[in-house]
């Protein structure tokens, strides 16, 4: 089994695409690029905002080894995966493996709202499967599933569940996840909004999303924070916070596009059924963008800490 260090910061990356709904893979390694710059501390490819349920499987193959290519070992490559069914999800699990991948970034089931044993017989017989770490993503309010803390003390028996993004809304869910395992799971933020509270709260790190346009502010944010220099920290994150609300968002994947694109890391192209903002909702997305721009903070040298 592969060691990932669970903690910093994991960007849940967009995927590029041309005009003509292809892979872009030299913008995609633009954007990668600047966040190994940033200090990234691991990527998740193929999550809900690098539109997994629109990629094929040879795209989820050709995203997958191109990216571990040009991280060269520089941090861990987490493939996300979300399926309907069990073995299905056994497969591609199998095919991250072959593809290089890490870790494992692993949804409950999609498509069929399951029980506290469904969910946990899921989780343990796709851990079973494979060799790769996994995060667990919880996030009940998006997909109805809740991961509760007595289905966490029966999927601690497989070593290789090690993570969890906790996407609960509640930040007390943090001190509960501590309170009743300790360190063994590592709590990664997977809500760009709550992310400071829960890193103060003792979480280990942050799945983000703004950090796709904005990678150099996020990882500084994590940084200060874990250094304690908090008023550092929040000055940021004030800063950050109308930006990073554009991830709570049904249309999350628009809205941090064209952020992106706006900081000069990648493009508006989505892929249908999503369409590109228009008109009035564009303009207001747009206004957020620019403004955060026109007062970016001047940076400490947070890459020492």
């Known amino acids: 089994m592969s060691a990932i260090d669970w903690k910093g910061i994991f960007p849940a990356i967009t995927t590029k695409f041309t005009a003509t709904d292809e892979l872009d893979l030299s913008l995609f390694e633009r954007n990668l690029q600047a966040q190994l710059a940033a200090?990234?501390?691991?990527?998740?490819?193929?999550?809900?905002?690098?539109?997994?349920?629109?990629?094929?499987?040879?795209?989820?193959?050709?995203?997958?080894?191109?990216?571990?290519?040009?991280?060269?070992?520089?941090?861990?490559?987490?493939?996300?995966?979300?399926?309907?069914?069990?073995?299905?999800?056994?497969?591609?699990?199998?095919?991250?493996?072959?593809?290089?991948?890490?870790?494992?970034m692993l949804l409950p089931p999609m498509r069929y709202k399951t029980d506290e044993r469904e969910t946990t017989t899921w989780f343990k017989t796709i851990a079973q499967a494979t060799p790769l770490p996994i995060m667990v993503y919880n996030n009940p309010v998006d997909y109805k599933i809740e991961v509760t803390l007595d289905i966490f003390e029966q999927l601690q028996e497989l070593p290789n569940i090690q993570a969890v993004k906790e996407s609960t809304r509640d930040v007390s869910n943090v001190t509960r996840l501590i309170n009743r395992f300790g360190d063994r799971f590592k709590i990664l933020c997977g809500v760009d909004t709550l992310a400071l509270e829960e890193l103060m709260l003792g979480a280990h790190g942050w799945v983000g999303g703004l950090v796709a346009a904005f990678p150099a502010e996020t990882v500084a944010v994590y940084r200060l924070a874990k250094a304690g220099r908090m008023k550092e920290a929040l000055d940021i994150y004030r800063w950050f916070l109308p930006l990073l609300e554009l991830d709570l968002h049904p249309k999350l994947v628009q809205y941090i596009k064209l952020a992106e694109a706006e900081a000069g890391l990648g493009s508006e192209h989505v892929r249908a059924p999503r369409l590109l903002l228009t008109g009035t909702e564009r303009e207001k997305v747009l206004q957020v963008i620019h403004t955060a721009l026109a007062k970016r903070p001047s940076l400490p040298d947070y890459l020492s800490l």
Request: proline share 2%; no cysteine.
């Open 39 to 104: 200090g990234i501390d691991g990527i998740v490819l193929g999550g809900s905002l690098g539109e997994a349920s629109t990629l094929t499987t040879a795209e989820k193959e050709t995203l997958t080894k191109f990216t571990v290519e040009k991280v060269a070992g520089k941090i861990p490559v987490v493939l996300n995966i979300a399926e309907g069914s069990t073995q299905e999800a056994i497969t591609q699990a199998n095919l991250a493996q072959q593809w290089g991948a890490q870790g494992l």
